[in-house]
């Protein structure tokens, strides 16, 4: 059922890249209606949100004022969750909270030898929205890692977008924004959200940076609207790559790669190991648990599309073929896994031990569980404060330090032919 491979066979590296191979398919019919609904709500706003609000969520707003949800709903969300779901938030909050507390960067500056001080200013975004998936797809645990860290920054304002299909809304998707302290929220959804968020209606506030996962559609309008706003990223299917030793339990190793096989039939799971007899435990273990799982038709369509277990020479093998993987998720479930974390390059995030799941750093570790996927780990990091702040560049000159710059700044500026610039520096030097 799940494919496997053998580092040392002549075909392993083509075998491996076929397996890795993933298109983000951009669909004409997808790519024309999204471009319809942004130029619709740009031109119509409010109205074009309440029609296709009403039409694709199966609701009967009459105006479009009925899509804010008043702050008093959030809390009560929360109030009425059962004990044990409202700790568990609470408790995850709070240490996604305090994760990111680490991250926040502060303004610094110096002077030089002639007196000019040069720096850099770090200021909060003033606007951010965040998109949230309604229905059945309701992820309370993506409302605290989207908004955690941008009210860690200092966001101004966040603004969250969830669509509530039938009318149905998702109290714990309700309770965890109260939880993290978003500011309004407006049941609209889609690519009419995303829209109404980038441009602005006469109901729902423009922002400057759009957050957080969605369908296709949503996808495309984050792309679309990306340099009219911010965006995080466009994400692809969710990745587990696990490097073991072949001394832990294989059931979890086997749970472990299920946990992301059943997020969808694309997402992708991979195990290496230098030992060929605990790949056969682990390839028993999924066949008999396999059977357990309520999305097992899912999960079986991931590893049999997607997923390996792979025999490796070794482990340092194993962290040269996860650089050239450069997964979203890699556990390193050996007996020193600090010992292998030099040598990975590559990697969304990183579990290090036998205790450490994946789905630990989805819910409740601290770490953001945003992630990049489809081999961008190789130039993008996760969502995180930084991603909320920006930077502005400060310059001040000396009178003495303009002398010495001044020159510097003429000489080139004659050399590319820019004869302004050349004279705007020699104006301010003395005896010029």
């Not at 797809?137 to 304002?157: Q, R, T, W």
């Not at 559609?217 to 030793?245: H, N, T, W």
């Not at 010495?404 to 080139?412: E, P, V, Y």
Request: charged fraction near 25%; charge should be negative.
């Amino acid at each position: 059922m799940i494919h496997r491979l053998d580092s040392r066979d002549d075909d392993f590296l083509p075998r491996l890249h076929a397996l890795l191979a993933y298109e983000d398919e951009h669909d004409a019919a997808i790519e024309k209606v999204v471009a319809d609904i942004i130029a619709d709500v740009r031109r119509r706003g409010d109205q074009a949100v309440l029609d296709y609000t009403n039409r694709f969520d199966r609701v009967s707003f009459t105006e479009a004022s009925q899509f804010e949800l008043d702050r008093g709903e959030l809390q009560a969300a929360l109030d009425a969750l059962p004990a044990a779901q409202r700790d568990a938030l609470a408790q995850a909050a709070d240490r996604v909270r305090a994760y990111h507390e680490h991250q926040r960067a502060d303004s610094w500056d110096f002077a030089d030898a002639q007196g000019n001080r040069l720096g850099q200013k770090v200021t909060p975004l003033d606007r951010v929205g965040l998109y949230v998936p309604g229905g059945k797809a309701a992820y309370p645990s993506s409302v605290l890692m989207n908004a955690m860290p941008a009210k860690v920054a200092g966001v101004g304002e966040l603004i969250m977008v969830v669509p509530t299909p039938d009318g149905v809304r998702n109290a714990m998707v309700l309770a965890a924004a109260a939880l993290s302290g978003v500011d309004r929220v407006f049941t609209i959804g889609g690519a009419q959200a995303v829209a109404a968020l980038a441009y602005g209606t006469e109901t729902i506030p423009r922002v400057d940076k759009i957050v957080g996962p969605g369908n296709a559609y949503v996808a495309e309008a984050k792309r679309r609207v990306f340099g009219q706003v911010g965006i995080d990223m466009i994400a692809g299917p969710s990745e587990i790559l696990i490097l073991c030793d072949g001394s832990t339990d294989p059931d979890w190793i086997a749970m472990d790669l299920f946990s992301q096989a059943e997020h969808d039939q694309l997402a992708q799971a991979i195990l290496m190991c230098p030992d060929p007899a605990f790949l056969d435990r682990v390839a028993a273990s999924i066949e008999r648990l396999l059977p357990q799982m309520p999305r097992r038709d899912v999960i079986a369509q991931s590893l049999s599309d997607r997923g390996a277990l792979i025999l490796v020479r070794d482990l340092d093998e194993a962290c040269e073929l996860t650089n050239r993987i450069a997964p979203e998720h890699l556990e390193i479930s050996t007996h020193d896994p600090r010992a292998l974390v030099g040598k990975i390059r590559h990697a969304g995030a990183m579990f290090l031990g036998r205790h450490a799941s994946e789905s630990l750093g989805d819910y409740c570790a601290g770490p953001n569980h945003v992630l990049p996927t489809m081999r961008t780990a190789r130039f993008s990091s996760p969502l995180g404060v930084y991603d909320f702040q920006k930077r502005s560049s400060i310059i001040e000159i000396s009178a003495a330090g303009a002398q010495t710059l001044g020159r510097i700044a003429s000489t080139l500026a004659h050399g590319e032919g820019l004869q302004a610039h050349a004279r705007s520096a020699e104006m301010r030097l003395e005896n010029s």
